[in-house]
């Protein structure tokens, strides 16, 4: 695929991360054990969801020139992964959290993938002007 094929799926890629950054408190009503950590009332929960949908609304503003927030895309893809990581070695530490293995989990590794994938590298980059 040729660079601006690549820059158009990522375009959509981030609309589409950035937009599902929003769902993540529907998902933590309707799959809670794939998608929050405590039940009931959360401090934690809250933060998250915060965080998060900051997160969104910067990674579909970056869609409109990914060229000029990279480092705001592989800062997604890490931390995306770094949270993966922690998350699935608590929820195979705990048992009652072994919902999270096919919720939240895969759903990070996936969004940092796919715009892994489709981010291009300094090299391929567009030119310096």
Excluded: E, N
Aim: hydrophobic fraction near 55%; glycine fraction near 10%.
């Amino acid at each position: 695929m040729d660079t601006q094929g690549r820059i158009g799926m990522l375009r959509v890629a981030l609309v589409l991360v950035g937009l599902a950054c929003f769902s993540l408190y529907p998902l933590m009503i309707v799959w809670p054990s794939g998608w929050a950590w405590h039940v009931g009332h959360s401090d934690y929960a809250w933060m998250i969801i915060g965080l998060y949908a900051t997160l969104g609304v910067f990674l579909v503003r970056a869609s409109v020139d990914p060229y000029q927030h990279l480092s705001l895309i592989w800062f997604t893809v890490w931390s995306s992964l770094v949270h993966a990581a922690i998350m699935a070695i608590q929820a195979i530490q705990q048992p009652g959290q072994r919902g999270h293995l096919w919720g939240d989990v895969p759903g990070l590794v996936l969004a940092a993938l796919v715009l892994a994938a489709l981010t291009p590298r300094r090299k391929d980059g567009r030119p310096a002007s």
